[in-house]
């Protein structure tokens, strides 16, 4: 069974600097997806950056990227010049792609502070 | 598009009552999913769909849980009775894949309180 990890519970930045969340996976697949979902007080799941295991190239939306390492089955999440509206847990998650049509597994989450 | 619509956003109910949530995917979606969010579990998967069919139900945790999808715009996850360990936030989400996407969109979720 594919697993995810999240080992940081909790994290936090200063505004306008850089954060890196961690996230580990673990699965016998070699096309996969990989997803960060954000998730505000508002608990709405919002996606932030999704990843193809195929493509060697890291993802990268606007202030958001990633560092793939597929031999280490690591998924990080890097967020420049954090914003106040960046607080948030963030949901790590995988899908083995397939006919599991967009069936998740999530990491145990990281809540996300940002201090003005 | 609307979105993910999920009904009602708050549920307050009393151990022993029959609760009813419902979820009203994306059109043209095919494949729909609950997931269930607690503090000590998580986001769990409970259970998914495609196209109307169930395909697995592993995550359902008793005989007290049940989902249906009578067709492709509507499903309901149904616990009867329900007991305070079922209060939990409830996530309906839907996807359809289009070429390499497998992105779920999810509702906002239905918090339920056993009391």
């Known amino acids: 069974a594919q697993t995810v990890t999240q080992s940081q519970p909790e994290m936090s930045v200063q505004e306008a600097e850089t954060v890196t969340l961690s996230c580990t996976y673990d699965?016998?697949?070699?096309?996969?997806?990989l997803f960060w979902y954000k998730q505000p007080p508002s608990r709405q799941m919002i996606l932030v950056i999704r990843?193809?295991?195929?493509?060697?190239q890291n993802a990268t939306e606007n202030r958001f990227s990633v560092n793939f390492q597929k031999a280490a089955k690591s998924f990080s999440l890097k967020i420049s010049d954090s914003q106040l509206g960046d607080a948030a847990m963030y949901f790590c998650?995988?899908?083995?792609?397939?006919?599991?049509?967009?069936?998740?597994?999530f990491g145990q989450g990281t809540i996300l502070t940002v201090h003005p | 598009d609307a979105g993910v619509i999920q009904s009602p956003r708050h549920e307050v109910t009393e151990m022993g009552q029959e609760v009813t949530l419902r979820c009203k995917p994306i059109?043209?979606?095919?494949?729909l999913f609950w997931y269930r969010q607690t503090m000590m579990r998580g986001l769990e998967l409970l259970i998914y769909?495609?196209?109307?069919?169930?395909?697995?139900d592993s995550g359902m945790p008793e005989d007290r849980f049940s989902a249906k999808m009578p067709n492709a715009s509507f499903s309901t996850l149904k616990i009867q009775p329900s007991e305070p360990r079922d209060s939990a936030v409830y996530f309906c989400?839907?996807?359809?894949?289009?070429?390499?996407?497998?992105?779920?969109?999810f509702g906002q979720g239905t918090r339920l309180t056993v009391v």
């Open positions: 989400a839907s996807s359809n894949r289009q070429g390499s996407s497998t992105e779920a969109f």
């Open positions: 769909f495609n196209n109307n069919v169930p395909i697995d």
């Open positions: 699965t016998s697949e070699s096309d996969y997806y």
């Open positions: 990843q193809e295991a195929y493509k060697q």
């Open positions: 059109s043209g979606h095919n494949s």
């Open positions: 998650a995988y899908n083995a792609g397939g006919t599991s049509y967009g069936k998740l597994t």
